[in-house]
C-alpha cells in the first residue's frame, strides 16, 4: 500500500497533524513509538488550552480518543530508523519492525530531555525526577527542591519554583550561571534560592520517592534533603532526522 501521507509522532503536534489529515479524508498512517510524547510523562497540567487542570495520563488519553473517532490508523511501539527516497514522488519509512511507503511525510516526533545520567535518575523519574516545572512544579508545593543545570531552562524553572517550593539549590556545574542576565539576578536576589556552581551531580537518592540528592562541590561531597528534583539541561530531537533529510534534499536536487 502506498499511503497518501505518514505522520512520525503522536505527541500534541503529530495528534493535530493526524486529525486534520483525517478531517480531510486523507489515506494516512501515523508511526509513534508512544501516544502523547512528553505529554504522557506530565504529572499535573494547568497550561493545557481547554483544561484548567488535567494529568498527562488522562490528556493522552483524550489524544488517543480523538483519533480513534476518525478510525485513524496508528503503528504505535515503532521507531523510525531511516526514510529513502523511491522515486519521484515516492518515499520509503523504515522503521524497526516494517516498511512504508507514502507520496509524503509530516515529521512531529518532537523533541526529549537530556538525561543526566546518574544513578537513580531513572528509577526516581516521575517519582520526584521531573523535566518539567511548568507541568509538576506545583505538585511540589512547600518542599526542599533541586534544580539541575545553569542556561535559561534551569533559570526558567527556578524562577517558576520561587512562589510554589520552601528551598530551591540551583545546581550548576560550570563556575557560573551562563543564563540570561535578568533571570540571573532575580534568582540570585530570590532568598529560597541557594546557587551551588561548580557543582556535580552524582547520585539521587531515596526509598519509594526522592528523599535527597548527592552532589560533588570544590571535590567535596555534600547530601541535600530534597523531594523533587527538576533535571533542566536541555533537550534532544526525539528522531534524529536532520541527516536523513538533507540525504533526501541532496537526492532531489540531483
Do not use: W
Not at 73 to 85: C, M, N, S, Y
Request: a positive charge; aromatic letters at 6%.
Amino acid at each position: 500500500m502506498v499511503y497518501e501521507l505518514i505522520i512520525i509522532g503522536a505527541g500534541p503536534a503529530g495528534i493535530t497533524a493526524a486529525v486534520y489529515s483525517a478531517r480531510k479524508r486523507l489515506n494516512f498512517l501515523i508511526i509513534s513509538k508512544d501516544i502523547g510524547g512528553q505529554t504522557a510523562l506530565s504529572g499535573a497540567i494547568e497550561n493545557y488550552t481547554g483544561y484548567q487542570f488535567i494529568t498527562g495520563t488522562e490528556l493522552t488519553q483524550k489524544f488517543e480518543e480523538h483519533i480513534k473517532q476518525f478510525g485513524v490508523q496508528l503503528k504505535e511501539g515503532e521507531e523510525v530508523t531511516d526514510i529513502k527516497r523511491l522515486g519521484v514522488d515516492a518515499l520509503e519509512v523504515i522503521t524497526d519492525k516494517e516498511k512504508y511507503e507514502t507520496r509524503a511525510i509530516i515529521i512531529a516526533s518532537g523533541k526529549k530531555p537530556r538525561l543526566l545520567n546518574v544513578p537513580g535518575e531513572l528509577e526516581f523519574k516521575n517519582k520526584g525526577v521531573t523535566y518539567c516545572a511548568t507541568c509538576d512544579g506545583p505538585l511540589f508545593s512547600g518542599m526542599d527542591v533541586a534544580v539541575i543545570g545553569g542556561g535559561n531552562s534551569a533559570l526558567d524553572a527556578t524562577l517558576q519554583l520561587i512562589k510554589i517550593a520552601n528551598k530551591i539549590y540551583l545546581i550548576n556545574i560550570n563556575p557560573e550561571i551562563k543564563g540570561d542576565a535578568i533571570m540571573r539576578e532575580k534568582a540570585e536576589k530570590a532568598s529560597n534560592v541557594t546557587i551551588l556552581n561548580s557543582a556535580k551531580t552524582t547520585r539521587i537518592l531515596g526509598n519509594k520517592f526522592v528523599e535527597a540528592l548527592e552532589v560533588e562541590v570544590a571535590g567535596q561531597k555534600k547530601t541535600l534533603n530534597v523531594r523533587g528534583v527538576f533535571i533542566e539541561i536541555g533537550s534532544i530531537p526525539s528522531c534524529d532526522f536532520t541527516k536523513i533529510v538533507a540525504k533526501i534534499r541532496r537526492d532531489y536536487s540531483r
